[in-house]
Each structure stands twice: as C-alpha cells, then as structure tokens.
C-alpha cells in the first residue's frame, strides 16, 4: 500500500461505489493525497463474462471509476464524467482473486482532466489499462442539494 493514505467518499446506490447496492461492486477508494488512487477487490463469479473471467464491462466500470476519483483528490466533491475511455485488455480478469486497482492523474488543464487506470493481478500483471479524458459535469446537473440525494458520504472500514 501507499505511505500516506486518505479515504475517499462513498454513495448509496452507485454501481461501483454504492455501498447499498447490492447488485453492485461496492468499492472503497483511497488515494496519496497527490496524483494516485487506489483500491483491491476480489470480483465475485456473478459478475463473470465467460466461466471464471470477469466481464469486460465491469472491468471498464471499475477503470472508469477509479480514473475519475483521481480528480477527487484535492476536493472530495469535484465529479467529472467520462468524454473518451480507451481500454487495452491484456489478459483474462479471474473472478474469486485479488486485483489491484490503480488511478493515476497524469493532466489536468481547466476543466479538463487526463488520468490512466489500471488493474494488476496478484502477481502484479497487467490485466487491463486504460486511458481517460474527463470533463467538469456542469453545476446545473449536480449541485451541493443533489450530494444528500446521492448519499455521499465517509464510510469507515
């Protein structure tokens, strides 16, 4: 793990980080304070694509997920979306093995920000990378009121 650690927020019903969702991954997040952010899951065989790998939409779920929290570093409420996702699938994703998740903020310009995701197996192979261009969500769409409706909050391990 990182030296320094900082966890970040949660909401109720997100697919990746919705800790209500029980159809969902359920992610927690934590990043360095600087430019990494991070996460380990076991993805459970309910979420398998063909016997025993993980489907690839989930792998593009969490990669997106985990790029656009780098831009949660600094502000815990700054939510960006996703213009551009490119994703390289290098080997099968297992389901039942522990994966590490890994977001890297490599740009940032106004409200645009550039970030690489990757998943790393137990033994530290690259399974799937990506590469993401995010944008501010306009204020209209989400203000401060919304973040209740969200449930975005701190949930401790």
């Known amino acids: 793990m990182e030296k320094i650690t900082y966890q970040q927020l949660n ?3 997100c697919f990746v980080c919705g800790i209500q969702n029980s159809f ?3 992610l927690k997040f934590y990043d360095n304070g600087i430019d990494k952010v991070w996460t380990e899951y076991i ?12 489907h690839g939409g989930v792998i593009a779920a969490m990669l997106d997920e985990v790029c656009s929290r780098t831009a949660m570093i600094s502000d815990s409420n700054h939510f960006m979306m996703t213009a551009k996702m490119d994703i390289k699938y290098r080997c099968p994703v297992p389901v039942g093995h522990l994966l590490r998740i890994v977001g890297k903020l490599t740009k940032t310009r106004d409200r645009i920000l550039q970030a690489e995701g ?6 530290g192979t690259i399974a799937a990378q990506s ?10 769409t989400l203000d401060e009121s919304k973040l209740q409706e969200l ?3 701190l949930i401790s391990d």
């Open 24 to 26: 969902g991954l359920q």
């Open 131 to 140: 590469s993401v261009t995010l944008v501010d969500i306009p204020e209209s």
């Open 151 to 153: 449930g975005w909050e």
């Open 11 to 13: 909401s109720r019903h």
């Open 43 to 54: 993805i459970p065989e309910h979420f398998q694509g063909y016997p025993g790998v993980a």
């Open 118 to 123: 990757y998943i790393y197996l137990d033994d």
